[in-house]
């Protein structure tokens, strides 16, 4: 939590707004801050330093506005690394492709890309910490990406994208 509202660091000494001001290619090229910046409930293989959340973790995170909106800044990050952007107008929240998006999706739309998996936890993490609207939108504009793309994407990882939204909650 003390991550998150940004008076803790993780486990290599940077803070959350750290990892907000990273370029695509260090997005890329680091590969533990991802549980950091949107935590489970499951310990990571693949970063076990990384926090796991409890359930008084997930009530806090869907009472605090100032934790989700947080949240959203992380999300903000990831959209546009992979070619797409959140517009919200009165509550209506829209997913779209950004302009950089053709260019994006060439980066990491490749066979087995570990930024599928990437997704499937930034769907799940959003869903549990009160965003399911977000998620929902979120896997609208990956729904289309995989109808253009579904042969490098494959049904697999589409299946993972789309389970991570219909958590029970």
Do not use: C
């Amino acid at each position: 939590m003390n991550f998150y509202a940004g008076t803790g660091i993780d486990r290599q000494g940077r803070k959350i707004e750290d990892v907000w001001s990273w370029n695509y290619e260090k997005l890329e090229d680091v590969h533990d801050f991802i549980q950091w910046i949107f935590p489970l409930p499951e310990l990571s293989i693949y970063n076990p330093n990384a926090p796991v959340l409890t359930v008084e973790d997930i009530s806090y995170f869907k009472s605090s506005e100032k934790l989700k909106d947080r949240l959203l800044k992380s999300l903000d990050l990831m959209l546009d690394f992979y070619g797409f952007v959140r517009l919200e107008d009165k509550g209506n929240v829209k997913i779209i492709k950004n302009l950089n998006y053709d260019n994006r999706i060439q980066k990491w739309v490749t066979p087995n890309n570990h930024n599928f998996l990437r997704i499937t936890r930034i769907l799940r993490s959003i869903t549990l910490l009160g965003l399911s609207v977000y998620a929902a939108k979120f896997f609208g504009a990956l729904e289309e990406l995989y109808l253009e793309k579904q042969n490098t994407i494959g049904s697999v990882s589409f299946q993972y994208w789309k389970a991570a939204i219909y958590l029970d909650t």
